[in-house]
Nanobody, 119 residues
Framework: QVQLVESGGGLVQPGGSLRLTCAAS????LSWFRQAPGTEREFVAF????????YYTDSVKGRFTISRDDLKNTVMLEMNNLKPEDTGLYFC????????????????WGQGTQVTVSS
């Protein structure tokens, strides 16, 4: 049974930082997606199961860092210099096949953790 549980969301001011954690039931290639109210879920960052390959959407490059701790089966998303447009429900998902930026490439999803960037 694949399980993914996100944590670490909260309310932060613009320019602030948050660290999200995805606790997984095994060692998987995983991504973070986010969804703002009234919008489609969008890809944020990907990390391969071996950790040496990562990929980011352009809007978060230089501000977000995805990493993994395989001893704990966790994947983290370090988010710095947060902007109001980063607000949304953040999901981790297990990569299955195909394009890493498409939701169709993922077979299991967590329930999400809310990130709100506001002054």
């Amino acid at each position: 049974q694949v399980q993914l549980v996100e944590s670490g969301g909260g309310l932060v001011q613009p320019g602030g930082s948050l660290r999200l954690t995805c606790a997984a039931s095994g060692r998987y290639a995983l991504s973070w997606f986010r969804q703002a109210p009234g919008t489609e879920r969008e890809f944020v960052a990907f990390i391969a199961w071996h950790g040496s390959s990562t990929y980011y959407t352009d809007s978060v490059k230089g501000r977000f860092t995805i990493s993994r701790d395989d001893l704990k089966n966790t994947v983290m998303l370090e988010m710095n210099n947060l902007k109001p447009e980063d607000t949304g429900l953040y999901f981790c998902a297990r990569y299955s096949e195909g394009s890493v930026i498409s939701m169709a490439g993922y077979d299991y999803w967590g329930q999400g953790t809310q990130v709100t960037v506001s002054s």
